[in-house]
């Protein structure tokens, strides 16, 4: 242990490297050397702090004891004159080389030569090269000391910072390098901070426009492909859609501008105001939105439609009317976020949430119907009234329960609903405010739908922003608009508007501060980078978790996935939302980022050993909450951060969001959640293929439903076999493939929990192969098992079969009505007793009414999705106008029916599909 004698210099950045000469000393080395690099860094430290970073595992005494012993050696093995030790504190006096000094000079530098530390100029370069050279690895690499949890704690937080600024060291050499024309030196640059950190995306972009600006179109598409491979060998997922964007215009040559000379012109901007708000000069698109208020005062309601690219203010535009239309209105607002896509009902739960208090307090004149419709979207509505049921053709139950309540809202006081980030908005949202906007004129309701211009957006919200009664869209401050923040001064406005393309928040950013304060090429990932490095540690931390929550934020979710105190917390998001980084959401305790591509960057910046760290604390403090297992929301939160975490509990959350989503008829969210469960090797693999199979009948897609049916048995127990036989034989059937139908029913009769389902449709199978006296025994049995189970639905279903086979008119009228009664609100069962009814009516001549009959029966297939059934009904409808004398309307309604038909999948089994006609 020689090299322990004088110290001479040390290196910080990598594997640690101590210089020394002289005499041995005896001591133990790895913590003297621990002990020396936290000095080195630190400059001086508590005896206390010492022993407890490196002998937190001895007692106090015997800690004091080795901590003297180590002092000694190092001060007789490097100079007395380098450490000073009393009786509480030890500091570092003498002067020690260190490579993390040194490289910290360097930065420090580039802040000397008049320019904010963030911009670059020609001086610049040589330092931030010798910084960028210095930096072999991350602080003290490699490098532990064994039972000393504090000090590896200590040297991560230090090797973070540092992370961090040698990164933006990297990217303002990059950026300097390109502006001067070295395209290949900026290459290298960007290329060894690649290397050194080569899961950090922006680097790869930065890599790729690099080559891109320099005429290298090849290299650009190799850096692109580079990245690709990384991500998917080291994290196994694909490149984020800001990367994949970026390949595009680079193969599309539509590239933003390269960086400029990296000098800075000074700008003076006259009566600079002292404060200014998020929403800058939007006074004309404020005033049309309170001109649509004021238009509905007096009756019916509306759709604006508000559309704008990103960092536009559309959002500080529409909290701005939301804190004016509050006076004398009830504001509901919802906010889509990009990463709750797939939550069923996430943006319609947020809204219905604004105004909870006033439901509650109005129960009385609300019908219980329509209040148990909406303890679906938030059991705290009507606790205890929603069942998991997989009755999936009731959701125009749910959208007329949610009108309801807005009619009777409205009545008392005018509703606005406001609608943002639309772009981003759930499917099942998307069609219940679609609904809701065909209906608006019958009330006294605004609502406000503001989406992204670029993004494509989702049918249903196309659908109502194209059909909206006014519309504005929001575009980047002009010139014009500049000029009175400025004092007139017209070549400030425009430097303005050139050094923040008319973004409001950069804009408000250079009045608050000052413009030159901007970077000089202010991309907006490069600007938030910025951002993050004015905020302390604490702050970093919080900011981490929330990044980690994916738009589900709290205080004390935050609290529980951060592991800081409930004080740390609420002093850290004081600081954030006042910096202008998070943001409080009216009438909710909850936070979220005030920009996107802020949430992006912490996250990319964030190491993947502590995302995993806190998506498994968000995972289970969600889990923990008291609707978890029954919100379809949160259990689709817990699935996706347990899946973010790599934890295996991932999949039976996945498959539980399905089955809640299935039971409130958001077969889409339903079909992708169970899609991940088995991704994620779910362990009941049986009952989420059977729930795959039936949600591809409902749809049609009956190819899938036997692909799928044929996997769950594949893996079924005795407890779910029969289900997935009965539900096998009724796809057989409707293909016409009836002796396979009828084996699936006969093995399907031992093991089904309900017989009586069984039963009928193999009655209805009898009574299509022409076996009559076959089909009315199984009927009969089919009710007699009914009755013993008891259960309305099932005997509605029964009498419906018996209305088929029975030949007797009158009686197999009765039987129909009976059926329709004890459909009650099951919209399945009343379409098909509806058609059965036309079909017996129109034999007796009844055509008329059996039109009506049809007509409605065909509302209810198109508001619930069954397009086989709704196909039958236009074919219904064809032969009926046919006998009505009506040729015109009879191929019109033929005509919808072959669009229908051809949109069922069904393999190579197609013409059974057309002979439905009785279900």
């Known amino acids: 242990m020689s090299y322990l004698r004088r110290l001479l210099e040390i290196k910080l950045l990598g594997q640690p490297d101590v210089s020394i000469s002289g005499r041995p000393v005896v001591v133990d080395t790895r913590k003297a050397i621990a002990l020396l690099a936290y000095l080195v860094v630190e400059k001086s430290a508590s005896r206390e702090t010492l022993a407890g970073l490196f002998w937190a595992d001895s007692s106090q005494e015997r800690a004091r004891a080795t901590l003297r012993r180590t002092l000694s050696a190092l001060k007789g093995a490097t100079g007395t004159d380098l450490i000073e030790a009393d009786r509480n504190l030890v500091t570092l006096v003498g002067e020690i080389r260190s490579d993390l000094d040194i490289l910290e000079r360097e930065l420090e530098a580039t802040g000397e030569h008049g320019h904010d530390r963030r911009d670059v100029c020609d001086r610049c370069i ?161 005033d049309q939105l309170l001109e649509a208020l004021r238009d509905t005062m007096s009756g019916g309601g509306l759709v604006f439609a508000m559309t704008g690219a990103p960092w536009m203010g559309k959002t500080r535009l529409l909290e701005e009317l939301a804190s004016i239309a509050s006076r004398d209105r009830d504001v509901l607002i919802g906010r889509a976020f990009r990463m709750e896509q797939t939550l069923p009902y996430g943006v319609a739960a947020q809204v219905l949430s604004g105004v909870a208090s006033r439901i509650d307090a109005m129960r009385d004149e609300i019908p219980e119907w329509a209040m148990n419709e909406l303890g679906r979207l938030a059991p705290g509505f009507a606790p205890g009234a929603v069942e998991t049921s997989h009755d999936r053709f009731g959701e125009l139950r749910l959208l007329e329960g949610v009108q309801t309540v807005m009619s009777i809202l409205a009545r008392e006081r005018p509703v606005v609903i406001i609608l943002d980030d639309a772009q981003w ?57 500049l000029l009175p923040l400025v004092g007139g001064d017209e070549n400030a406005a425009r430097r303005l508007r050139e050094k923040t393309g008319g973004v409001p928040l950069l804009v408000n950013e250079a009045l608050t501060a000052d413009v030159d304060e901007l970077p000089a090429t202010p991309g907006m990932a490069r600007y938030m980078e910025a951002r993050l490095l004015e905020i302390d540690d604490l702050g970093r931390q919080i900011l981490t978790a929330a990044a980690a929550l994916n738009g589900i934020c709290d205080a004390t979710l935050l609290r529980e996935t951060s592991g800081r105190s409930e004080e740390e917390v609420v002093e850290a998001v004081e600081e954030l939302v006042a910096a202008g980084l998070l943001r409080e959401i009216p009438e909710s305790e909850g936070l979220s980022f005030t920009l996107d591509a802020l949430e992006r960057v912490t996250y990319e910046t964030t190491s993947m050993v502590r995302r995993r760290l806190l998506h498994r604390r968000a995972a289970r403090a969600l889990a923990e909450r008291g609707y978890a297992r029954s919100d ?83 893996h079924a127990g005795p407890d779910s076999i029969g289900v997935i036989e009965h539900r096998t034989g009724e796809v057989e059937r409707l293909l016409g493939r009836f002796e396979d139908a009828e084996e699936h029913f006969q093995r399907s009769i031992e093991n089904h929990p309900a017989p009586a389902a069984v039963l009928a449709d193999w009655a209805l199978l009898a009574y299509r192969t022409g076996d009559e006296a076959k089909a009315a025994n199984l009927a009969r049995r089919a009710r007699e098992a009914a009755e013993q189970e008891d259960d309305p639905a099932q005997m509605s279903r029964v009498r419906n079969i018996l209305a088929v086979v029975t030949a007797d008119h009158d009686e197999a009228l009765e039987h129909v009505e009976e059926a329709m009664r004890l459909a009650a609100t099951d919209d399945l069962l009343r379409m098909a007793a509806l058609n059965n009814k036309a079909l017996l009516l129109s034999e007796n001549g009844a055509t008329s009414r059996s039109i009506e009959l049809v007509e409605e029966a065909i509302g209810i297939a198109e508001r619930t999705g069954h397009r086989h059934r709704e196909a039958a009904l236009w074919n219904h409808m064809s032969d009926l106008h046919h006998r009505a004398g009506r040729e015109t309307d009879a191929r019109q309604s033929l005509t919808t029916a072959v669009s229908l038909f051809a949109d069922i999948d069904s393999g190579d089994l197609e013409p059974e599909l057309w002979l439905l006609s009785r279900w």
């Open 632 to 714: 379809v929301r949160l259990a689709a939160a817990v699935a996706g951060q347990y899946r973010a975490a790599g934890d295996p509990e991932a999949a039976a959350w996945y498959h539980l969001a399905g089955d809640l989503a299935q039971s409130m008829f958001a077969n889409d969210s339903a079909i992708q959640f169970y899609e991940t469960a088995l991704a994620l090797d779910d362990p009941d693999i049986a009952g989420a293929r059977l729930a795959l199979g039936e949600l591809a009948m409902a749809a049609g897609d009956y190819d899938r439903a036997r692909r799928e049916l044929t996997l769950a048995a594949s």
């Open 126 to 286: 040589p330092h931030l090269r010798r910084a960028t050279d210095l930096y072999r690895g991350d602080f003290l690499e490699g490098f532990s000391v064994k039972a000393s949890p504090e000090f590896d704690d200590w040297v991560r937080s230090v090797a973070e910072s540092t992370r961090i600024r040698i990164g933006e060291a990297f990217n303002r050499l990059g950026t300097a390098l390109a502006a001067a024309g070295e395209y290949p030196a900026a290459v290298n640059a960007v290329a060894q901070w690649i290397e050194l950190d080569p899961l950090h995306e922006p680097a790869h972009r930065f890599l790729m426009l690099l080559h891109a600006w320099a005429g290298d179109r090849p290299g650009a598409i190799e850096a692109y492909r580079n990245c690709v491979t990384i991500l998917d060998q080291e994290l196994g997922v694909a490149p984020l859609e800001e990367t994949t964007e970026l390949y595009e215009a680079i193969l599309d040559e539509d590239l933003p501008p390269a960086p400029g000379a990296p000098r800075r012109v000074k700008a003076e901007i006259a009566a600079r105001r002292q404060t200014q708000p998020d929403m800058i000069d939007r006074e004309a698109e404020l």
């Open 425 to 481: 908005m759930d499917t099942s949202s998307a069609a219940l405010f679609s609904y809701l906007a065909r209906r608006i004129s019958e009330m006294p309701v605004v609502m406000v739908v503001a989406a992204r211009a670029e993004d494509d957006l989702l049918p249903a919200v196309a659908e109502m922003m194209g059909a909206a009664n006014q519309s504005a869209a929001i575009r980047p401050l002009t010139v014009q608009h």
